[in-house]
């Protein structure tokens, strides 16, 4: 199938497909007469791939990782869980720093006015050093 197929199919979009491509997550598609990438199944399957871990947080690099596992049959899956938990603490950590962002745009955001004057301690706070 076609680039815009394969992008359907997966939900990869084809700019995406193309990058992932150029980064080595997805071999070089092979070409047609028209000199159109074509994929198989076996592409198919290596973007979903590449989608889910995206949707979870792993960087290109984490994923190109997990894919060079998921191709090795004898690998062990202690590797895998732990990129897993080493994956789950990073985003526990992100979450803590989302929500200090919350807490201290709320903070500003309940102490602004909101009104006709042009005082605005949320602009004051982001200028301050």
């Given at each position: 199938?076609?680039?815009?197929?394969?992008?359907?199919?997966?939900?990869?979009?084809?700019?995406?497909?193309?990058?992932?491509e150029q980064q080595g997550l997805i071999p070089q598609a092979l070409r047609s007469e028209a000199n159109y990438r074509n994929y198989d199944e076996t592409d198919l399957h290596r973007l979903r791939f590449i989608r889910r871990s995206r949707d979870l947080g792993f960087t290109i690099k984490q994923i190109g990782d997990l894919l060079a596992l998921w191709n090795d049959r004898d690998r062990s899956s202690a590797e895998v869980k732990k990129m897993a938990t080493e994956q789950i603490q990073s985003?526990?950590?992100?979450?803590?720093?989302l929500e200090e962002m919350v807490q201290s745009l709320t903070h500003l955001a309940d102490n602004s006015q909101g009104d006709g004057r042009p005082d605005c301690p949320i602009l004051e706070s982001l200028a301050a050093e």
């Open positions: 199938m076609n680039i815009g197929q394969a992008a359907r199919a997966t939900g990869v979009s084809a700019k995406m497909i193309r990058w992932y985003l526990r950590a992100r979450i803590m720093e």
